[in-house]
């Protein structure tokens, strides 16, 4: 073993510093990553895949019946009105289908929301696709605003058999500090 220094106080903090620089490279460089490959292999998380839906010429299954429910729930702090027009639909894998939510401002300034979804069971979110979603941008709403948020999405016939209800859930966060153009309707 090198020495650097004869003082031994000294080799153990050169010790205990380099340990520490290798725990953040570890964290930083490799736990996101491996997170990230064993949510996909394992299937959970519920994440939706990032990748953009192609469409396929296919058929309706009209053989086959999906309920897909539709949660909305606020985050801390945001103080909105969120919800969907209806709470489940009935679905056939391959048919295009349309929902709205509805949000409403009730403070006395404008704000900007961003809803992030979530889908379970966490092995459907590959067959789910939304074609237009509202959490596809920021909704901004001026104060004492409402709007109708739409959604279109299409269950793929490929759903496995075993799933016979998909849900939905939105969570609305306030991004009004970090919107993308201002509070500005579009």
């Known amino acids: 073993m090198i020495r650097i220094s004869a003082n ?10 380099a340990v520490a620089v290798c725990m953040f490279a570890f964290v930083f460089v490799v736990m996101v990553p491996l997170y990230n490959v ?3 292999a394992l299937g959970i998380n519920g994440k939706p895949s990032g990748e953009a839906y192609t469409s ?15 949660i909305a729930r606020n985050n801390d702090g945001m103080l909105w009105e969120f919800e969907p027009s209806v709470t489940a639909m009935k679905v056939h894998p391959g048919a295009s289908n349309e929902t709205v939510f509805f ?23 590959e067959y789910f696709h939304k074609t237009e979603c509202f959490c596809f941008h920021q909704q901004p709403l001026e104060a ?10 299409i269950v793929d016939q490929a759903l496995p058999a075993d799933i016979r209800t998909i849900t939905l859930s939105y969570t609305l966060f ?5 919107a993308d153009d201002g509070v500005a309707a579009r």
Request: aromatic share 4%; glycine share 4%.
């Open 8 to 17: 031994p106080a000294i080799n153990t903090v050169i010790k205990l510093v």
């Open 56 to 70: 396929v010429q296919a058929g309706i299954d009209d053989s086959r019946t999906v309920t897909v429910q539709f």
């Open 103 to 125: 949000a409403f401002n009730p403070l006395p300034e404008a704000m900007v929301g961003q809803a992030i979804p979530s889908i379970s069971p966490s092995r459907a979110a």
């Open 38 to 40: 064993l949510c996909d």
């Open 144 to 153: 004492k605003t409402s709007a109708e948020l739409p959604l279109q999405f």
């Open 174 to 178: 306030d991004v009004t500090d970090m």
